[in-house]
């Protein structure tokens, strides 16, 4: 079964470190791929979204993510995080060819401590 | 503005009590689908539609009913609710399947 796998459930840094939170899936078609944020007691936001061309995409909010198609995966990094940083982070993938049915990762939830 | 409702935001009830969760989007979308999400779970897709009378099923449809009679309506109907279904539902719509979801801001439901 297709799968979306987030390496990390939770992480907690300090302010102005990097970060970078793995996503991979398994899938041999071709996906659309996005990572979403939740902050603390609010709904989901759209941080950044891959459908094609450059495998380098850049987001709001200073984030960015690469896919990698020979390694199934497309990392979310973000060179200085800040406190406001907080929230719980999404993967998730839609196969391209199965109509809408899109697949999140388990999450990952980040603690910035300022 | 644009946005996806959902009502109730939080509703406490009993096992077996009918229930509807209702969603909606003024954004002309075509796609609609329903998620739960639980802890250490991510979100999981109850259900989707394409369309005006076209829905299927995600990862998680047992014990969840849902239809499509107008493009800005997805209500999610739960016919004899049980505590495993305790969770936060969220709603969402995209421009069509491939597209990003833009998400309503959640129903927290209790089931004792």
């Known amino acids: 079964a297709q799968s979306v796998s987030q390496h990390n459930h939770h992480v907690i840094l300090s302010e102005a470190a990097s970060l970078e939170l793995g996503c991979n899936y398994s899938y041999g078609g071709t996906v659309n791929l996005f990572w979403y944020v939740q902050y603390p007691g609010q709904h989901l936001q759209l941080l950044l979204k891959?459908?094609?061309?450059?495998?380098l995409v850049k987001g709001i909010k200073g984030f960015e993510a690469e896919f990698i198609k020979s390694k199934f995966s497309f990392n979310l990094r973000k060179p200085s995080v800040q406190w406001s940083d907080t929230a719980e982070y999404f993967c998730?993938?839609?196969?391209?060819?199965?109509?809408?049915?899109?697949?999140f990762g388990q999450g990952t939830e980040l603690s910035v401590k300022p | 503005e644009a946005q996806v409702t959902q009502n109730p935001r939080y509703l406490i009830t009993v096992t077996g009590k009918k229930l509807t969760v209702t969603c909606s989007q003024n954004m002309n979308h075509e796609y609609m689908s329903w998620y739960r999400q639980d802890p250490g779970l991510g979100l999981r897709q109850i259900y989707y539609s394409m369309n005006v009378e076209v829905t299927d099923k995600g990862d998680v449809p047992e014990g969840y009913k849902v239809s499509r009679k107008e493009k800005r309506n997805f209500p999610l109907i739960l016919e004899s609710p049980s505590p495993n279904q305790t969770s936060l539902y969220f709603c969402?719509?995209?421009?069509?399947?491939?597209?990003?979801?833009?998400f309503g801001p959640g129903t927290r439901l209790t089931v004792l």
């Open positions: 998730a993938v839609i196969l391209y060819n199965q109509g809408g049915k899109l697949i």
């Open positions: 891959y459908f094609s061309g450059d495998p």
């Open positions: 969402a719509s995209s421009l069509s399947g491939g597209n990003e979801q833009f």
